[in-house]
């Protein structure tokens, strides 16, 4: 089992930055693959971006390219989603989940334990 909460969520201007945090509960944190997904009002959830176990490996979603950036501590249990220049459409609750696989997926119904959500709001 592993339990997911996050946190660093706010309300920023466009432009600006936030740091997003998971921290995870468990023995084998450093075996799963980790990804960040978002979900704005109405519309469906979106993958952001995953990170291997080793954190070696990173896909992103091509809208957060060159803006987000993925890091993981797994001695410390801890994923991390570095947010800059942000844009209001990257408005949304986001949250951080867990798949027990080395390989990234952008497919959200194959990761296994999710954290409740942190909601980051954009103005313009």
């Known amino acids: 089992q592993v339990q997911l909460v996050e946190s660093g969520g706010g309300l920023v201007q466009a432009g600006g930055s936030l740091r997003l945090s998971c921290a995870a509960s468990?023995?084998?944190?450093?075996?799963?693959?980790m990804g960040w997904f978002r979900q704005a009002p109405g519309k469906e959830r979106e993958f952001v971006g995953g990170?291997?176990?080793?954190?070696?490996?990173?896909d992103y979603v091509d809208s957060v390219k060159g803006r987000f950036t993925m890091s993981r501590d797994n001695g410390k249990k801890m994923m991390y989603l570095q947010m800059n220049s942000l844009k209001p459409e990257d408005t949304a609750v986001y949250s951080c989940a867990a798949r027990r696989s080395v390989v990234i997926t952008r497919d959200p119904k194959n990761y296994d334990y999710w954290g409740q959500g942190t909601q980051v709001t954009v103005s313009s």
């Open positions: 990170i291997s176990p080793s954190g070696g490996s990173k």
């Open positions: 468990g023995r084998t944190f450093s075996s799963y693959t």
